[in-house]
């Protein structure tokens, strides 16, 4: 259960690039042992809050707190010793060393005097904690995006964690496997870490999340008991007009017999495309799903 003193409190956050005010004045509050999702259009200023918690940034103007005293400089180095580090958007293992070694890069020599010969045994009590089963030898470049995201969340469990904060962490996971991040995610609150877990996943977020804070255009619109919102009221809040207005009725789907468009038949190309089939009629929106890798962006081969 969430206590009382945020892990990590940032107050009247503002950051600007060049002329983009990607935050304005924006105030969040982690609580230990509790999942804190941020929600918000693309551009909203979710990964640069993050970004800022885990000291990838500066903030311009604004506070950072952390465990009730208040940050001086903040980096990433600095914001690691407090115990906050971020899963970025796009994961950063080094995909030719071991599981083992991504897992303790950069704290080899730490103020543990951790040498590489422990890494064996520190390695199996991490896996004690987090029970993924991973072989601290496969290259991680041989893993599964899945696997991968095993191997950064040990990775901050070996630098002792407080706050985890995941950007995105289900864009490439199919859902069985983001059921298996959310019980992940579960274990970590349980032993009294927090999450800060940034997704446009609305079912996912409001599945996994004790907190929901919703911003739009840098700003912080709401935060509120994840178990207060709906999808619409999210989405209400995310786009800041309502639903109705936003997404119009669709007209009538065409009649099955009326003549496609554009059809498209075993189209095939050395870019990993195979026998792929569809037709677009008129009035119709075709939906192309997959996950990174199935080639529903690739265009025909020439
Ligand atoms: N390094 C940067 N340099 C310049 N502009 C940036 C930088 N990072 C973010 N921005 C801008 O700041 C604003 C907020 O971006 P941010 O990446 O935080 O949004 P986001 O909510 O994470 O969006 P998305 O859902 O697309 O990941 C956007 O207008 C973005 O273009
Ligand atoms: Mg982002």
Redesign the pocket.
Known sequence: MATAQPVIELAGITKR??G?A??DGVDLAVHPGSVHA?V????????????IAAGVYEPDVGRIVVEGRPVGRWDTVRAQRRGIVMMA?ELSLVRDLTVAQNVFLGIERSSFGLLRRDHGRRFAELDEIARFGLDPDTRVGDLRIADQQKVEILRALARDAKVIVM??PTSSLTAHETRRLHEMIRLLTAQGRAVVY?S?FLDAVLEVSDTVTV?RD?RRIRTAPAADQTKASLVEAMLGRELAVSFPPLPPAPHPDTPPLLEVEALAGDNGVKRASFTVRPGEIVGLLGLVGSGRTESPAP
Not at 42 to 48: D, F, L, R, V
């Open positions: 690039f060049g983009t990607a935050l941020l918000g259009e693309n551009g909203a200023g979710k990964s640069t809050l993050g970004k958007q950007d995105e940034v446009h911003m840098g």
